[in-house]
C-alpha cells in the first residue's frame, strides 16, 4: 500500500498543514477578528481528524460518528460565537 494512499498518513499530514496554518494565522497575519475564528475552526478541523483516524471512530458505528462530528460542530461554532459577542 502506497504511504500517500494510507488515510491515517493523510490524516497526520493534514494536521501538520493545520498547525502551521493556525501558527500563521496566530503570528498576526490578517485582521485580529478573522485570524482568531480561523485558529478555532482549524482547531476543531484537527478534533475531528484526531476523532476519526487516531481514536477509530471511521470504523465505529455511523451514530457514534454523527455524534461526534455533531460535537465538534457544535462547540466551534458556540465558541465562535462566545468570542465574536464578548465585549473587549
Same mark, same amino acid.
Given at each position: ?49 484526531? %476523532? ?34 464578548? %465585549?473587549?
Amino acid at each position: 500500500m502506497s504511504v500517500v494512499r494510507n488515510p491515517t498518513v493523510v490524516s497526520w499530514l493534514a494536521l501538520m498543514g493545520a498547525t502551521v496554518l493556525s501558527w500563521y494565522l496566530g503570528e498576526g497575519h490578517g485582521a485580529r477578528e478573522a485570524a482568531t475564528v480561523g485558529v478555532i475552526v482549524v482547531a476543531f478541523f484537527k478534533v475531528y481528524l484526531v %476523532g476519526r483516524y487516531f481514536m477509530e471512530l471511521r470504523e465505529a458505528p455511523q451514530i457514534l460518528h454523527l455524534l461526534f462530528a455533531g460535537w465538534a460542530v457544535v462547540v466551534c461554532v458556540v465558541l465562535v460565537a462566545m468570542y465574536l459577542t464578548a %465585549g473587549d
